[in-house]
Structure formats: structure tokens, C-alpha cells
């Protein structure tokens, strides 16, 4: 049954026909409305919210933590969260211009794929018709080449009857009996910490799954310098290295075609994201420049291997292709979110923050886009952090002080059992508006505190430290110590500094930037006020930001899916100018400046 | 030293450079002259005459053969033996249209490839240069795509040096530090008896060494059909004669490389022809179908391999290329017929003869181009035939009955071992014009030879047969028998027959055939006046005669060269219909017919 919508916007009407069942947003979208839905349409944000009128549906419980009686009852309620059951009026009063970088993340990528699944018949030939058998498959599925194993299942092919042919380009590169069965891709993310493989239907570019899983070259070391020593220092260090990737990819393959029901050959393209050291450590190529200066790469550029080559078991006749990254430190991972917000497209001046075990920093004009590495650190990962953790059920994931006591929440609601980064930063944040920290960072003598805040400041093996939780079993008390703001003092220096060097380097001040995206799986779940109020971002920009999740992974999706995102990559590419923080002298100055609060 | 030529020509007179010791056919041919040179430029055929003014050089024995006192007098000369030694005038009689042929025969040919050689510097990088390795690479050769292998060696190149690059279009598909060495490619014709490789200089076009010997397949059959039906009778038939193949190919490749002091990894391409059947061998496809009706290949098109998925020893990144086939009968050796003759762009109507085994038979117009093949026996190929023998030393290659005696020839001069094809023929056609063989075949009764005739009839193991030789050792003795004569009026009665179902075809006269081209290894040596004789060819068409030697092997090396032979290959074979004989009615009238001399 279809309803109609009428949508109001700035005194103009439009109609559309929808659904029952259609989710509002999506539709709002795809209709170029431009609407603000930061967390990605997931009931997150609150920030999609729009004005109904009409036999409106009754609110659910999300929609409650972010509308109050006054605006349930004028009709608000959060386009993400709303299915069409009715005909209605849709009063749109958001402005904004993001609708490039919602669009990329939210609404199906466009599906523009060099590899096509045909189902022809396959004719008997006789002696009116002679031609051969490749040729009757050519014909009907217009290609013009074959490989050897293809060309030697033609013997076998059942004639008269139906088959399958799945192509790249004018390529066979597969002929199938089931003709009933799908064909896929992978669109992988490979983190320094973590990994995630995203299963898609080829056929209709739907994402079915998603599986992912830390990085298990962690073994070697936290950070991309300690596992490039590793390859140095241990005999075929970077064999096993890269067998260690590799393996874990497999099973992770292996994971998804059992999950899914389908057979690891139905496979044909991976694409894969990643910093550079780890785009190397996977094809087992030497990283040992990128260590020392001047942090020469061997490749930066889009790699195309076979399934061969790299060892991962999806098709043999299947491609595995990494996207193109820009240096030593702005890996493919960087290509991906730029590709992510469709960079190139924006008009002013944006940012783009990729928060990971590094910090890489984008800015972006209508002419250049510079970008670099700040080495964060892996603070915000959970890692140095005497009660890091991962984002993990019971980690520690929102933290607030409000009326004199502490609130937190925990990941699944679970008992806490350590803190992650976007608690951390809570937490410093918090700490230091209501003075338990100076400015300096420093955690402030017993008697600065206020009588509601004494009980607060303890010691945690023999360092000043702030106690978090009020557990019974005083053994699995979580604090946050003296070393642990440090750590965090150091990551977000780093990163503040580096979006001085660049804003520096293009003649804008901050108070310039229109937008600011954060990318990473920590980026999409700090609070950006937060953020800001700690200056890792300057604050004029906190209602600027735009938390983009995993914009690596969706960079990765949308190469797999579009055969002209490697064209957009390299225009992107073509216009980045890296800036090497590390021999910038300007760098040093105002990272230790950043480092205060 | 340079000499001026002026070549007159219709009144015409055209000046030219050229250097001490070029050769004059190949000094006019390269100015688009139009010479006769049926024997490649070998000094055989004699067609080649053309006449000189000046201070002209000796005449030398070749020449002498062909020139008599007459002609040497007035400064006729082999233009194909004349290397040029002074200022001259050169006096060109002959008219004909023949240029494309022979052009593509003799001149050099057009060095077109799709890889090339690049010698670049690969500077080092510092801080004020951090492009990676492989864009460094990539920018200096032009290039975008690496394989894997290739990406790997960058890690050990030598920087601040220089290096070789081979490409392939715009991928690199080998890195060498052997500056100086060459890269080389391979151009192969596969027939069921006999195989060739030539070693071609891919920097010049150049053919450096040919390797030639039997088909090693042989063992499993002398025909197509009896080397399916092994495949067929035998376990792993197909696996056996394919490794057959390839392993003698691989040892021929090892000769060449020994030989020319070079390595296998320096060869990068490798073109091959042959007939439909041994290139489905060649592959280990299945021929099956070939062999019944409706006989239908596999494959007739161009296919493209990697070294790997063929088992050929070439640089791994390399490639092996079938030329395309017309069909089950008319395989890629005739493509590489016709590439060698040019044949779209002749005038007029053109027949080509590819006589082996079989005798694969192409009619073409402007408009049209049709094919056949007649199932002429292996008897031209020395097989059958009760002295048969291929066109080894000591094999009779020329036959004359004059002054009542006979007279031959064998090649290299050696003692008389069997008959090869172009004796036999020569046999026949002789045997026949001094009536000893009647038109039915017969040979004819005692009583109606006259008296120096008598001798040569013998019987040789209760058949009529006449004697060639007259050794003392009897022993040895060489006769040809009735069956023999019977062999061949089966294989040139198939050959004649083809041709009239081509010509009623496309509703010509055989007087209307402007060229006929005859090509194979055989063809080159036969006689062609004997040829028309005997009625293989009508007799017409005798001094329309053009021998093409091995025009498949030219096909190939046409290939291996030009990435345009692709194209016009495909251009060809969409003109060219193929006709299916063993279901032709007119076709067996036409052969009983045709079977008398």
C-alpha cells in the first residue's frame, strides 16, 4: 500500500509517494533533503529530529531520551527512528549542507561494479551451426576472454541447458551451474588494533554481515613501529607477520561463508583499507622505510593482486585490491573517509580526523588538501591506560558528573570492568570542569577540592588518582590515574597540534573550517563536546562536527562496489600534499602548547 | 660508403640511397616496389630477375642457373643475390599487385608490440622527496600496474641506479638490473607432424634462431582423429598427450636459450598456431568433439594464458598466445596464412592452399572469404606411402623424366633413402606425362610402354610399381607403387575438389582467380607446374602461382609483433565462412571426379 508525503521546506511543498513500512529518513534522503543524522540513522544522535502532522505513529522508547512532552505533543519526532504507516506532513526546519556526507555513509552506495553475473543459455550447436562452445558463451554474455580453468569447464557444461557466467569487464572469470546462488565481496578494514570485514551482495550492493575481531599482529606490538622491529629483529619476522594476517583473515572469511551460507568461491573482490604499514605487512612487503627517515614507503599506490598472490581464499579468479594511500603515515584508511565525505565534492573548508592508534589529519579547501600524521598514541584505543580496554561489554563508554555524583554507562550495561576511549575522554573532560584537574593537567591537592569531591581523589599504587566506581568488591575498583591523563594530555596534544600545522599551512584559522569529520570506531562514539572542551578540536568548532564512523570501512565499501571510486581516489590523491609533522619544527612548539587543557 | 640507385619504372625514375652491401630485392621492396619473390628471397625461384646498368657485379652460380648467356649480357641479374656495390640503374619490367605478400614475407615486419623495455633511474628518496618506491617507478616507465612478484623485488633494488623495466601496456611485469641483456619472444606452429619455434628479438623484430622437429605426438597417431581417439581410449589420454607436447616445446625452448645464450625468463611472449585439434592438445581441452559431427570445437577464438596455466617455461609473467581458428577443420595456422598474405587487403579473387595433413582451402573475394577443409591424407607428408618419408636428408625432393631417363634430386645431395612430397608429386606428374600412369591412375599395362619404358615397371611386393632408382644394392631400391598412386589421387582429389565446391560457392570460374597462394612446408618445395598437371590445382591457374613457405609460422610472427594482427585477425575471421565438406553432396561427386589426373 502506498502513502504520500507531503514535505515542507523554506515555503515549498513536495510530494512523494512511499511505502508502508519505508523508514522516513531514508526516504527524506533520497529525495535530496539534507538532514543531519550524525550517528547514521541508528536512534543515536537525536539529531534528525522533524516536525509531523497527520495520524502520526505514537513515540518508541529512543525517541523519548531525545524528545520532551512539549515537542511529543507539536508533533517532533526522529525521522530515523520512523516508519511511514500513513500519509503525512513533514515539516522540515533544519538547514544544513551535509547532505554529500550523509549521503555517502547512510543511503545504499551507488552500485557500479566491473563484475557482472549473467545467467545464458547454452545452445547445442549442430550442423547448421558450428560454432564453438567459447564463442556461444561469448556471444551471449559479451566477453571476449577466458582463463584456463573456465575454458577447460566448458567440456563439462551440460549443453542446452542454463548456466551462469560471472565477468569482469570483458573477462570471464567464472561459469556456474548454481544459477540460483549469489555472488560477493569483502570490503575489509585492517586496524592496527582492530579488523573488520564487511560481507556484500554484489548483486544488490546490500551489506549481510559484518565480522570483526582485534588485529592478531598485536602479538608483535601495539603500534606499527614495534611490528616493523619485529620483522627486523626476528629471522622471517615478516613471513610470519603477514601469515599472521592473513590466517586470521581466512578464518574470518571462513566465519562469514559459514554464517552466511555461502561458499568462499562465490567471493570475487576484496577490497582492503588500512595504514601503510599495515597494507605491507599484509602482502609481506618490507615496512622498514616507513620506520626511519625519510619514511619512505615502497607503495602507496593502488594495488591489484589476485587471490594468489595474497594468499586470501576467496575465488581464485577474484581480485584483491588495496585502495591507493598517500604516505608512510596517511594510509588507504585515510583514502577511504576522504572517499567516505566525498571530499572532493565539499565546497568550504573541512576537517577530517581519523582518531586510531595514530591521528591522521585532513584539511580541506576548494583547491588543496593537506594532511598528516599525529602519533597519538594508542591511548584512546585503551591501551597505556592503567584500566584501558576496547570497546568491550562493561567497558566504561559515557561518563558524566551531575549533582555532586558520578553516572557512567557501560557497553551492554554490563558490570564496568574498564574504561574505553570514549569514557576516557568523558571522564577528562568532566574532571576537568569540575576542577579535579588543572589546566596543566594535574590532579589538584586534597585541599583545592570541595567536601563533595574529596572522597573522589585517591592513590592507585602510589600515584594520585581519581576513583570511579563505588563496587563493593573494592579489588575491581576502577581509577583514572595521574599517568593516565598524561597518556591522554599526549594524544590529544598531538592531534591539536597537528591541525594548527595545517590550518597554518593554508593561511585559515580555525574559526574558518565548516566542518569537522571524525572518523574511526572511537570518533563515532565520543561526545564532541567533550572533544572540544578538552581542545583536542578547537572549540569554536564543537557544532561543527560530523562523527562518521568507520569512514575506512565505507571508503572500502564504496570501492568495492564502484568502479569509479578508484578515479575519485585519485583525484582525491592528486590534490593531498602530506605535511611530514616530524621534521616540522613549528610541530614541536605547539604540541607541548596543545597539551594543556 | 653510400651508392645511389634509380630504379626505372613506366617511365618512371625514382632515386634511392643506399648503402654498400644492402640487399637490392630488399632495397626495392622497401620502396614499394612490386617484385616476384615466390621463395622468400631465398635465390630458388628465379622470379626475382630484374635488369641493371652500371658497373654490375659478377654474376654468381646461383644466378647462373637461372640467367642464360643472353640475359647476363644484357645485365639481368636475381635482385634476391645482388648485394649492391655501386651507383646503378635499375630497369624493372615486371607488373603485378603481389606488394602485401611479399612484403609481408620478406620485409621486415612492422615492430608493433604491446611490451616494451624501459631503462629509468631510480633515485633515492630524502625528506624533500618521499614519493614512494613504486611511484618513482611507475612515473619513470609510464606504468600503473604491478603484479605481485615484481612488487616484491622493489624492496631490494639497488637506489640511486639504474634499472630495467618491462612493461605491458601500462603494467610492469618485470624489473630487471641486467641492463644490457634483451627480451625476446617466441613465435610457435604446431602442426600434426611437424613442429617450429622461432626465436624472434622483440627490441627488433628480428628473427634470431628457428628450432624445427616432429610433432612428438605422432606416437599416439598420425592424424587428428587418431590422436582424439587416444584421448579418448586412454586414462588420463588427454593429460598424456598434452604433457607430450608441452615438455618437447619446453625442451626446444631450453635449445633456443642455450643456444643464443640468453634465459628463459627473458622470453615474455609467446604466439602460437596450429590446427584446431593439436592446439585443444596443446591445452589438454578436450578435441572430442571435433571429431564427430557436428564437429564442434571448444574454442576457435584467441586465447590468452599465463605461462603457468599452460606449463610454458617463459618468464612467468609472460604471455602464451593462441592465435584464433575459423572452426573444427580450418585452424589458427590458416589465420596465420592469411595475416601472412594480407588477405583482406587484396584485390581480386584469391586462392589459398595450406596443404599438411590436411588440406585446408580458402577462397576470397572483396566481399567475401570462404573455407573448407578437404581431408587430404597425410600423403604429401611422406606418410602412407610406401617410400614415403618427411623432407629429411636423402629424401627425393625433385623428379625429371628427360632424354628417356630419369633424373632427382635429394636433399643435401645425400644417397636416395624414400620420396618426400614435392618428389612424389613430381613423380606423379612425370610418370603420368610420359604415360606410364593412365588418367584413371593406373598403371598401364607392359604391352603398352614403349621399349625404354619397360625397365622402370617392376612389381614391388605383388603390386605394380615403378622403379625410381638404379642401386647396386637392390636392396635399397625405391619404388613407387599403386597404392602410392592411389594415396595421392585421394589427397589431390580432396585438394581439387574443395577447391570447385569454393568456386561454385561463391559462383566463380577458376579462370576468374587472380592469385593462388600455397602455403605449408610442403608447398614450398612442390613444383607448381606439376601441381597443375596432376589437377591439384586447375591447371589455369599455373603461372598464378605464389609459394609462401611456412605462411602459418609467419601468421604467428605477425602476432608475436603487432598488437594491430589481433584486430585484423578478428576482421578476417568475420568474413570467413566456413564450409562443412563431409556434408557437401556436390562434394563427393566432386571428389571421384576430381581423383583422375
Not at 551451426?129 to 567440456?155: A, H, M, P, V
Not at 579488523?195 to 599482529?217: A, H, K, M, R
Request: hydrophobic share 35%.
Amino acid at each position: 500500500m502506498s502513502h504520500l508525503i507531503r514535505v515542507h521546506q523554506d515555503n515549498k511543498i513536495k510530494e512523494i509517494e512511499c511505502n508502508k513500512g519505508d523508514n522516513l529518513l531514508k526516504v527524506l534522503l533520497k529525495n535530496n533533503y539534507e538532514i543531519n543524522a550524525y550517528c547514521g540513522g541508528e536512534g543515536i544522535c537525536g539529531k534528525c529530529k522533524i516536525k509531523l502532522k497527520g495520524e502520526i505513529n505514537k513515540p518508541n522508547k529512543s525517541e523519548l531520551e531525545f524528545l520532551d512532552d512539549k515537542e511529543l505533543k507539536e508533533g517532533f519526532r526522529l525521522s530515523c527512528l520512523y516508519n511511514i504507516k500513513s500519509n503525512l506532513d513533514v515539516i522540515l526546519t533544519q538547514k544544513d549542507d551535509i547532505t554529500v556526507m550523509t549521503k555517502s555513509i547512510i543511503t545504499e552506495m551507488d552500485l557500479n561494479l566491473d563484475l557482472k553475473k549473467e545467467n545464458i543459455y547454452l545452445k547445442k550447436a549442430d550442423l547448421r551451426d558450428q560454432r564453438d562452445y567459447l564463442q556461444r558463451i561469448y556471444n551471449k554474455s559479451d566477453t571476449d576472454q577466458i582463463d584456463y580453468s573456465n575454458l577447460k569447464k566448458i567440456e563439462n557444461l551440460k549443453k542446452d541447458s542454463e548456466i551462469s557466467v560471472i565477468k569482469k569487464k570483458n573477462k570471464i572469470i567464472d561459469i556456474r551451474t548454481d544459477l540460483d546462488k549469489g555472488y560477493y565481496g569483502l570490503a575489509v578494514d585492517i586496524g592496527t588494533t582492530t579488523i573488520v570485514i564487511y560481507l556484500l551482495d554484489l548483486e544488490t550492493g546490500q551489506e549481510l554481515d559484518t565480522y570483526s575481531f582485534y588485529n592478531p599482529q598485536k602479538k608483535f606490538g601495539a603500534d606499527v613501529i614495534s611490528r616493523i622491529n619485529y620483522t627486523i629483529n626476528n629471522k622471517d619476522g615478516l613471513k610470519k607477520i603477514k601469515k599472521t594476517i592473513v590466517d586470521k583473515l581466512n578464518k574470518g572469511i571462513d566465519h562469514l561463508v559459514e554464517n552466511n551460507n555461502i561458499k568462499y568461491q562465490d567471493i570475487y573482490k576484496m577490497s582492503v583499507v588500512g595504514n601503510t604499514v599495515m597494507l605491507h605487512l599484509l602482502l609481506g612487503i618490507d615496512a622498514l622505510n616507513i620506520a626511519k627517515a625519510p619514511y619512505v614507503p615502497i607503495f602507496t599506490e593502488e594495488i591489484n593482486l589476485s587471490p594468489k598472490e595474497t594468499e586470501i581464499k576467496i575465488n581464485k579468479n577474484g581480485l584483491v585490491q588495496l585502495l591507493p594511500s598517500i604516505s608512510g603515515y596517511v594510509g588507504a584508511d585515510i583514502t577511504g573517509d576522504m572517499l567516505a565525505v566525498n571530499i572532493n565534492k565539499l565546497n568550504g573548508i573541512n576537517l577530517l580526523i581519523d582518531i586510531g592508534t595514530n591521528g591522521e589529519i585532513v584539511l580541506s579547501s576548494n583547491k588543496k588538501i593537506l594532511s598528516c600524521s599525529a602519533a597519538a598514541g594508542p591511548a584512546f584505543e585503551g591501551a597505556n591506560i592503567t584500566f584501558g580496554t576496547a570497546g568491550i561489554s562493561g567497558a566504561i563508554s559515557k561518563f558524566l558528573i551531575k549533582d555532586n555524583k558520578i553516572q557512567f554507562k557501560t557497553i551492554n550495561d554490563k558490570e564496568p570492568i574498564g574504561i574505553c576511549g570514549s569514557g576516557l575522554l568523558d571522564m577528562i573532560a568532566e574532571f576537568y570542569k569540575y576542577n579535579f584537574i588543572e589546566s596543566s593537567g594535574r590532579i589538584v591537592s586534597k585541599e583545592k577540592l570541595k567536601d563533595w569531591q574529596k572522597p573522589f581523589l585517591k592513590e592507585y599504587k602510589g600515584q594520585k588518582a581519581l576513583k570511579i566506581t563505588n563496587l563493593k568488591n573494592y579489588d575491581k575498583q576502577i581509577f583514572l590515574t595521574q599517568k593516565d591523563i598524561r597518556e591522554v594530555q599526549l594524544a590529544k596534544g598531538a592531534i591539536a597540534a597537528g591541525i594548527e600545522i595545517l590550518l597554518k599551512e593554508l593561511n585559515y584559522k580555525d574559526t574558518d573550517i565548516n566542518r569537522v569529520f571524525i572518523a574511526g570506531g572511537f570518533g563515532n562514539y565520543i561526545n564532541p563536546d567533550n572533544a572540544c572542551f578538552i581542545k583536542m578540536i578547537p572549540n569554536c568548532l564543537k557544532d561543527k562536527i560530523i562523527q562518521i564512523g568507520n569512514g575506512a570501512g565505507t571508503g572500502a565499501k564504496i570501492y568495492l562496489l564502484n568502479k569509479n571510486a578508484k578515479r575519485e581516489a585519485e583525484n582525491i590523491i592528486k590534490k593531498v600534499k602530506y605535511i611530514e609533522l616530524s621534521i616540522n619544527k613549528e610541530f614541536q612548539t605547539e604540541y607541548i602548547k596543545k597539551m594543556s587543557f
